[in-house]
């Protein structure tokens, strides 16, 4: 299921984020697209808050993760713009993170390419051409074995 919806504001981008916090299960991890100045750290900040994060979350350029905690939960943020290449993801421990049950954020998420699991929320964000107002695409996962069925079995009378 997809949803579309635009903001116009960093506290609608955040109501938005909240929005995907919440349907969240434990673990599960965020897949963020949108070139650079769209909003992805916006939105990861959004999730922050959601979790009761106090400290402030800004872009993990340089290390590639940042760990925030709070009382929501933990969040690894990643930011993988400066990835030079797939060993990176070995060197930071992507796949422990994607595993730690922690509530993964990644920005530039295509550069994880199939490593990032199926299940993941995917958020795709663009800055609209008037530049005050960003769309944010939320697709969430198939719901992948939650056992209801849903095509009913014809009844034999
Ligand atoms: N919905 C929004 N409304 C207004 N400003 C925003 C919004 N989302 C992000 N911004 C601002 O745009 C700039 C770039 O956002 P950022 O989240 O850093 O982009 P990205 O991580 O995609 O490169 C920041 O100054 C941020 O505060
Ligand atoms: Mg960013």
Do not use: C, N
């Amino acid at each position: 299921m997809t949803t579309d919806q635009t903001v116009h504001a960093l506290s609608e981008t955040w109501r938005v984020a909240a929005r995907v916090a919440a349907l969240l299960p434990r673990g599960g991890v965020v897949a963020l697209h949108g070139d650079l100045g769209a909003g992805k750290t916006a939105f990861v900040q959004g999730i922050a808050r959601a979790l009761g994060v106090s400290r402030p979350v800004t872009s993990p350029t340089f290390t590639l993760v940042g760990e925030h905690t709070g009382p929501g939960g933990r969040l690894i943020h990643m930011d993988l713009y400066r990835m030079a290449g797939p060993d990176d993801l070995l060197a930071i421990g992507f796949s422990e993170y994607i595993e730690s049950g922690a509530i993964v954020a990644i920005e530039w998420a295509e550069r994880a390419g199939d490593l990032i699991p199926p299940d993941a929320v995917r958020v795709a964000i663009t800055l609209l051409p008037d530049r005050a107002a960003r769309r944010i695409q939320v697709t969430l996962p198939e719901p992948l074995d939650d056992g209801e069925q849903r095509t009913p079995i014809p009844q034999t009378p």
